[in-house]
């Protein structure tokens, strides 16, 4: 019997399976030894069950089509949170808490690096002064490609595309505390009823209000994991050669780069330079890039 892992916690996993039944179980033997050793069974994962006794057990984990990676500060060791999602919907707010070019650039890079379709939501549009912040960052992401969703949980603005979206595949939301995104996910499913903090009784004890991690189930049939863990997204966390490949746009640029391992930082005759001094790439982005490559150099 196939199935997916829905919920994970203290070594029991719930499965939805293919007759979409919902069954409990633990790992056996083998996997549990992995599990020690690092490569942890998490929520999104295909697993194959087999039965002893009337207890489940998991027996084999298929290969993962996308994985989503928290890598920790210093070169702490990297955590797998959720495997096979589909798209990742990076949720920023308009305001309270503000957005900055850097917190969408290192939210975007976290998707690029684990493979999933990246979206960019705005939220809080019915902020004061918000629609200023969205005719700032919405066309230039918009220019570089990617699906941009100003959206408001409070008015239901723009949710009714944000829905559709969510409704086709596992998705997930990640975001800084108190952007909305589980007030997203209740403006959308209500009967969910997930718990939602006020921003500053959260930012004073530092908790986030979401702690453990599972696949809900929408009524469309969407799936989306809510794995918490990405507060503060301090570190890019990809490897150095890999950070060009998490900003599109560099993409066709970086094939007239004249050295084929060109950093784009110092080299002569850079594409992506090239293509920076002739307005085609904006010049915060680069920035990011050499932040991004930076950190990691350093975190090498
Ligand atoms: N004005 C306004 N406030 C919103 C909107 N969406 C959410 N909020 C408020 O923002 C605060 C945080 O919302 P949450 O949904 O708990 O945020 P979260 O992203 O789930 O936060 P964590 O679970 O801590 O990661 C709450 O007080 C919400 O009422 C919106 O569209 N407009
Ligand atoms: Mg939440
Ligand atoms: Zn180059």
Redesign the pocket.
């Known amino acids: 019997m196939r199935g997916r892992i829905h919920e994970a916690g203290g070594g029991v996993y719930r499965v939805r399976l293919e007759d979409h039944r919902d069954v409990e179980a633990s790992l056996r033997g083998r996997l549990k030894r992995q599990q020690r050793t690092g490569s942890r069974v998490v929520i999104g994962d295909v697993v194959t069950l087999g039965t002893s006794g009337d207890a489940w057990t998991i027996e084999s984990v298929e290969e993962r089509s996308t994985e989503l990676v928290r890598r920790g500060p210093g070169g702490r060791a990297p955590k797998l949170l959720a495997a096979n999602l589909d798209k990742a919907f990076m949720?920023v707010?308009a305001k309270?808490p503000d957005v900055t070019v850097e917190l969408i650039d290192r939210l975007l890079v976290l998707g690029e690096a684990s493979g999933m379709q990246v979206i960019l939501v705005i939220?809080?549009?019915?902020?004061l002064g918000a629609p200023d912040v969205e005719a700032r960052f919405a066309p230039m992401y918009r220019t570089i490609g990617y699906e941009v969703l100003p959206?408001?949980?409070?008015?239901g603005e723009g949710l009714e595309l944000l829905g559709r979206r969510m409704c086709e595949g596992i998705s997930t939301l990640i975001?800084?505390?108190?952007?909305?995104?589980?007030?997203?996910l209740n403006a959308i499913n209500p009967e969910l009823a997930l718990?939602?903090?006020?921003?500053s009784r959260?930012t004073r004890s530092g908790r986030?209000?979401?702690v453990s991690s599972r696949v809900i189930s929408l009524a469309c049939g969407g799936l989306v994991a809510d794995t918490?863990g990405f507060?503060d997204v301090g570190l890019w966390g990809v490897a150095p050669e890999a950070v060009a490949g998490c900003f599109p746009e560099f993409a066709d640029p970086c094939e007239r780069c004249r050295f084929r391992r060109c950093t784009h930082v110092h080299e002569p005759d850079c594409g992506v330079r090239a293509a920076l001094e002739a307005g085609g790439i904006f010049d915060s982005r680069y920035r990011s890039y050499l932040t991004a490559r930076a950190e990691a150099e350093a975190a090498r």
């Open positions: 949720v707010a309270n939220n809080k549009l019915d902020a959206v408001s949980a409070e008015t975001g800084p505390s108190g952007v909305g995104k589980s007030s997203l718990r939602t903090g006020e921003l959260k986030h209000t979401t918490p507060g």
